[in-house]
T-cell receptor
Framework: AQTVTQSQPEMSVQEAETVTLSCTYDTSESDYYLFWYKQPPSRQMILVIRQEAYKQQNATENRFSVNFQKAAKSFSLKISDSQLGDAAMYFC??????????????FGTGTRLQVTL | SAVISQKPSRDICQRGTSLTIQCQVDSQVTMMFWYRQQPGQSLTLIAT?????????ESGFVIDKFPISRPNLTFSTLTVSNMSPEDSSIYLCSVGQGVQETQYFGPGTRLLVL
């Protein structure tokens, strides 16, 4: 079974600075998908960024980018120019490429990000 | 991405009662997923609901406790039966859509059982 580990329960960053959230995973599959979701206090889960394992190029979405190291099974999220609205719980998630019920998400335990002035 | 709504958004229930949570999507989707998020915890999949067939439950979750309906391609319900305080959680539905069936989530239902 796949597992996802987030070793940083809490992180803090100053506004306009850059922060990196760590995620590692364990899988025997060669192809898969990785995601970062954001959950603000409103509790709505919001997709931040997605990475396909077969792609060597790291995904980017505006101020959000990932450092995907397939051999190391590492998938960190970098937030540049942090804003107050980035404060939230961030979850790393893994998904198998197999369809049907196997397409469920396996989540890490989350990292709470605080953004300070 | 799909627009997903859930009802109710929150509820306070008495021990021993049941609550049915609705999930409505604005487009047809094949797979719908129900997750539980206990206080301060991550999300755990309860079951996967495919239209026209029985839901598939994850280890530790049973149909008698969490019956699920999936009458059509845009709607699903999750019932939390015979509730106890341990069932106090946020319940979220999600659907797979678009590129590689990326999952998008509803706003969640916050349940408190007294």
């Amino acid at each position: 079974a796949q597992t996802v580990t987030q070793s940083q329960p809490e992180m803090s960053v100053q506004e306009a600075e850059t922060v990196t959230l760590s995620c590692t995973y364990d899988t025997s599959e060669s192809d898969y998908y990785l995601f970062w979701y954001k959950q603000p206090p409103s509790r709505q889960m919001i997709l931040v960024i997605r990475q396909e394992a077969y792609k060597q190029q790291n995904a980017t979405e505006n101020r959000f980018s990932v450092n995907f190291q397939k051999a190391a099974k590492s998938f960190s999220l970098k937030i540049s120019d942090s804003q107050l609205g980035d404060a939230a719980m961030y979850f790393c998630a893994y998904r198998s490429p197999r369809g049907g019920t196997a397409s469920k998400l396996t989540f890490g335990t989350g990292t709470r990000l605080q953004v300070t002035l | 991405s799909a627009v997903i709504s859930q009802k109710p958004s929150r509820d306070i229930c008495q021990r021993g009662t049941s609550l049915t949570i609705q999930c409505q999507v604005d487009s047809q989707v094949t797979m719908m997923f129900w997750y539980r998020q206990q206080p301060g915890q991550s999300l755990t999949l309860i079951a996967t609901a495919n239209q026209g067939s029985e839901a598939t439950y994850e280890s530790g979750f049973v149909i008698d406790k969490f019956p699920i309906s999936r009458p059509n391609l845009t709607f699903s319900t999750l019932t939390v039966s015979n509730m106890s305080p341990e069932d106090s959680s946020i319940y979220l539905c999600s659907v797979g859509q678009g590129v590689q069936e990326t999952q998008y989530f509803g706003p969640g239902t916050r349940l408190l059982v007294l």
